[in-house]
């Protein structure tokens, strides 16, 4: 039986930059040619990061593409490399070479080009069609073809068609967001596809933040009966070296009539120059299977990443929070903390008239446990002039509302003048819950760079709360701040439930409306209180303008506002 000897290089690279993404290419290749591998495969549009977006409709960055993967298939030697690129002739494609001894030895243009949720790679790439024709590459004596992310989704795709041609291996090339639950299908659809088609399923999925998007990682092998080999670790790069056992599968094939061949075979690219070099191995891997997080800790991580990755990549070191003493700060602070390190987290505790001292005392607690600085800058002087300066005009009447929204203007200022004079990015702490249904104020609470909890409901929050101080072992986030009524504090004894359901009935019928897409008549007939739902589902509609003006954030769900979710401002429908 033929075993072949695989790198999984789960890189995080960064998009547009070419000449970084191709210095991590080269020591993930290095290191995989030092460990005997046959072949190492590289995530989707690794040359340039994904998703590249607009990058891609300009024609020079294009060509500095091709030239990064010419420098990069000069440095191979015997062991072939799969990369993925942006490839050009009459059109540009989504793109995958194989690379051996210096060169450029085949190409693969991805088919099956997704139109969905946060992709839309029809606005860029045309998909490989008859013209481009399908291939094998003998590879450490294995066939072997080439696929890229939505190309094994369908079972009658391109991995199919290869595998019914002769493929014993197939290398698919990823670059698959995060989303809660997403873990789990991945695996089933992998391991259907692998045991389908009898032939052995290599998965290399891209790590790290983008923007909203946040990659997970999680690499996969299986062999042609479907049984799991490796699986790559979570939220971090790896470089995952995996030995492929690869027998004879034609008596298989033969015997179950989902896989005989009934395809013309396909052309083979004899990739001769890479030695068979099993027999020279002194050992054996060990099949390296990562265990998979928990529901918290798997959400925790990709916020701590996407966070990370975007103050990062972005250029910023340090981060400024409102630290109010409520649930939401608490845990923007402790995925601050693990994103940067404490030293580059500073907190500022901004108390009104309103504030209680439980709220202050909770919010020092907090940076005490953390190790973060917390100033404080009393916003009292501020909300005063502002009082004083509207008196005329506001004569004979109770602005009420205005006075809240006022105060959070107030501590959006501040915070963006420390972000200003410090070079610290501001950090907003709104939920997916307060953000839905436009509990936030526009230009105050809502100002800021990055906003990691934007795709998180409340109760989710106070999941993450608790997570942070079991994980600890002791009170992270104090307790009182757990168990408290959440609360703006922008006026006397105020509490959420006094303008907004209790979470634990809004965030259900959220789920519903905006992840589900379900309008209110469908919710009301699932059994939610009917004038209930047409409450929040308006609340949802009318908040439309401001969340267009609110900071891009980590995107955790099957559906995020931002560009997951893309409704008219104005709409007269109501459902």
């Known amino acids: 039986m033929t075993v072949l000897r695989v790198a999984l290089a789960q890189l995080n690279p960064m998009v547009g930059a070419l000449d970084a993404n191709l210095a991590r290419l080269i020591?993930?290749?290095?290191?995989?040619?030092?460990?005997?591998?046959d072949i190492i495969a590289f995530p989707e549009l690794s040359t340039v990061g994904y998703p590249p977006e607009d990058l891609v409709l300009k024609p020079g960055f294009v060509e500095d593409n091709l030239e990064v993967l010419d420098r990069f298939a000069a440095r191979t030697r015997g062991c072939a490399a799969v990369v993925g690129f942006v490839d050009q002739d009459r059109d540009i494609y989504n793109a995958a070479a194989v690379c051996v001894?210096?060169?450029?030895?085949?190409?693969?243009?991805?088919?099956?080009l997704p139109n969905n949720t946060v992709f839309d790679e029809q606005r860029y790439f045309t998909a490989g069609h008859d013209s481009d024709p399908l291939e094998l590459y003998v590879i450490g004596g294995v066939k072997v073809g080439i696929s890229i992310c939505e190309d094994i989704w369908s079972p009658f795709g391109p991995v199919a068609e290869q595998a019914a041609a002769g493929a014993e291996v197939n290398i698919n090339l990823n670059g698959s967001p995060f989303a809660t639950g997403k873990g789990a299908v991945r695996e089933r659809?992998?391991?259907?596809?692998?045991?389908?088609?009898?032939?052995?399923?290599?998965?290399?999925?891209?790590?790290?933040?983008?923007?909203?998007?946040?990659?997970?990682?999680?690499?996969?092998?299986?062999?042609?009966e479907g049984t799991l080999l490796a699986r790559g670790v979570q939220f971090a790069e790896q470089l995952l070296i995996v030995d492929v056992p690869v027998p004879p599968v034609y008596r298989k094939r033969l015997l179950d009539p989902r896989g005989r061949v009934t395809e013309a075979m396909l052309p083979v690219v004899e990739v001769s120059a890479v030695p068979v070099r099993h027999e020279e191995r002194v050992e054996e891997l060990a099949s390296p299977i990562s265990e998979p997080f928990d529901a918290d800790r798997e959400l925790y991580d990709a916020l701590v990443l996407g966070t990370r990755d975007y103050c990062v990549k972005n250029g910023f070191s340090d981060v400024v929070i409102g630290l109010s003493g409520g649930i939401d700060s608490s845990i923007i602070a402790a995925i601050a903390v693990d994103a940067l390190g404490a030293e580059h987290v500073h907190g500022v505790s901004m108390p009104s008239r309103y504030s209680s001292d439980h709220s202050r005392s909770d919010a020092q607690l907090l940076a005490d446990s953390l190790d973060i600085e917390c100033r404080t800058i009393s916003i009292e002087p501020a909300f005063t002039a502002y009082i004083e300066m509207l008196a005329d005009s506001f004569d004979g009447r109770e602005p009420g509302l205005t006075y809240e929204n006022i105060q959070s203007r107030c501590r959006g200022q501040l915070l963006m003048a420390l972000s200003n004079e410090f070079g610290w990015m501001v950090l907003t702490t709104g939920n997916k819950s307060e953000v839905a249904v436009g509990y936030f104020t526009i230009y105050g609470d809502s100002v800021g760079g990055y906003a990691a909890i934007k795709d998180v409901l409340k109760t989710r929050v106070y999941d993450l709360c608790r997570y942070v101080n079991r994980r600890e072992g002791r009170e992270i986030v104090p307790e009182s701040v757990i168990t408290k009524a959440p609360s703006a504090e922008l006026r006397p004894d105020q509490r959420d439930d006094d303008s907004l359901p209790p979470y634990e009935v809004l965030d259900p019928i959220l789920e519903l409306y905006v992840e589900d897409d379900r309008t209110a008549g469908e919710i009301v007939e699932l059994g939610h209180d009917a004038e209930m739902v047409r409450r929040v589902t308006?609340?949802?509609?009318?908040?439309?303008y401001k969340r267009r003006q609110c900071p891009p954030g980590v995107r955790v769900s099957r559906k995020a506002f931002g560009k997951d979710r893309r409704m008219p401002i104005t709409s007269g429908y109501r459902g």
Not at 27 to 32: R, S
Not at 101 to 112: F, I, S
Not at 194 to 216: K, M, P, R, T, W
Not at 538 to 544: F, M, T, W
């Open 101 to 112: 001894n210096g060169e450029v030895v085949g190409k693969y243009h991805k088919r099956l």
């Open 538 to 544: 308006r609340l949802v509609d009318i908040a439309e």
């Open 27 to 37: 020591d993930a290749y290095d290191e995989a040619e030092a460990a005997g591998c």
């Open 189 to 224: 659809l992998l391991a259907t596809r692998a045991a389908d088609s009898h032939c052995a399923i290599v998965y290399v999925n891209q790590v790290g933040g983008q923007d909203e998007l946040v990659f997970d990682g999680g690499s996969l092998v299986y062999d042609h």
